[in-house]
């Protein structure tokens, strides 16, 4: 294996002959994300000062729905994504943007349901222009403890939206009730692209609660994040697999699927281990306060493991992001 030194002056010499990469973006970029278990946001918001003239392209997602504890016997939905917002603005040296990020829910003893998010908002002032800008937190995801009552007619059952398939309570269940998918997707405003969550669902095949059978999962990515409207990821709960069958296996299908969306596929890797470091460390409340999600995104749902207590998982904090293009000699680009 070549050190890195070797690798170095490799590439530098490729560069004098290949030119300059060309894929990488032009100007600087700043990123605020809390990424913390606790909460803990920003000490009196986020606040960004322009370092020279040019432009600042603005973007912010609102924190993403988290999933929803289920005790003893049942199924969730997972959470909804965050909203997207963006805008272009002109900006000169001293220029404002401030504002606060958006934190997902972490009360994870919550039965049931843990609420919406938070959203992510921003303002700013100078070169002559003031505005704000917001984008909603998404919808927590909805679970329910049932020993004896198919999920889809428990969900149907409370107004969820759900198409029935072929076969003895087959159907897949959104997460969102109502006359209108609006009411349960994330909204944004201010921005000059303006984009909603979306909603994820589960694709539910007949099973009881005291069936582990494997459901289809299929989350929502936020807008402009592996796809311009956000991209679908949809894997199932492998009963087969040991690690899959512990409760809080529902991630492990989701970070390896998210990570096979990208431009650059990678199989991604997620494992905690409990005290003896031979299970997985689902049951404990803890599970459901960290943020595994990335930012925005909705937190995968509890895995229906018969007599075991699971807290589904965190949706991803909200996330801002600034990309500055200087421009003329006072650019500071």
């Known amino acids: 294996m070549p050190s890195l030194r070797t690798y170095l002056e490799t590439q530098r010499l490729s560069f004098q002959f290949q030119g300059l990469e060309q894929n990488t973006e032009e100007g600087r970029i700043w990123a605020y994300n809390p990424g913390t278990t606790v909460g803990t946001n920003f000490c009196c918001g986020v606040c960004w000062i322009s370092p020279g003239t040019g432009t600042a392209l603005v973007e912010i997602w609102g924190a993403g729905g988290s999933g929803a504890k289920m005790c003893c016997c049942g199924y969730g939905l997972p959470g909804n994504p965050g909203a997207y917002s963006s805008r272009t603005l002109n900006v000169t040296i001293g220029c404002c ?18 609420g919406r998010s938070e959203s992510t908002g921003i303002c700013w002032q100078g070169n ?17 403890c049932s020993t004896s009552t198919s999920a889809y007619c428990c969900y149907a059952a409370n107004g969820f939206c759900h198409t029935r398939c072929a076969g003895d309570n087959c159907a897949i269940v959104c997460n969102y009730r109502g006359p209108g998918c609006a009411i349960h997707q994330a909204q944004s405003y201010g921005g000059t692209c303006n984009m909603a969550g979306g909603f994820s669902c589960v694709s539910f095949f007949g ?3 005291s069936c582990p059978c494997a459901f289809w999962y299929h989350m929502r990515t936020p807008p402009k994040q592996y796809a311009d409207c956000g991209a679908w990821i949809t894997y199932t709960n492998d009963t087969d697999n040991g690690m899959y069958n512990w409760s809080g296996g529902s991630m492990y299908g989701y970070i390896h699927t998210l990570g096979l969306a990208a431009r650059n596929p990678t199989h991604g890797g997620h494992y905690t281990a409990c005290w003896t470091g ?20 909705g937190g995968p749902p509890p895995h229906p493991c018969p007599d075991v ?12 992001r600034i990309k500055y293009i200087g421009t003329g000699l006072l650019g500071l680009n």
């Open 207 to 209: 099973c009881y609660p």
């Open 128 to 144: 002559g222009t003031n505005g704000c800008m917001c984008a909603e937190g998404g919808q927590g995801g909805f679970s329910y």
């Open 309 to 320: 207590r699971d807290h589904a998982y965190r949706g991803g904090h909200g996330i801002i």
């Open 97 to 114: 943007i401030f504002g606060n990020v958006g934190i997902s829910c972490g009360n994870s003893d919550d039965l049931c349901y843990r």
């Open 278 to 297: 031979n299970r997985y460390c689902g049951c404990y409340n803890m599970n459901g306060c960290i943020t595994f999600s990335p930012p925005g995104h």
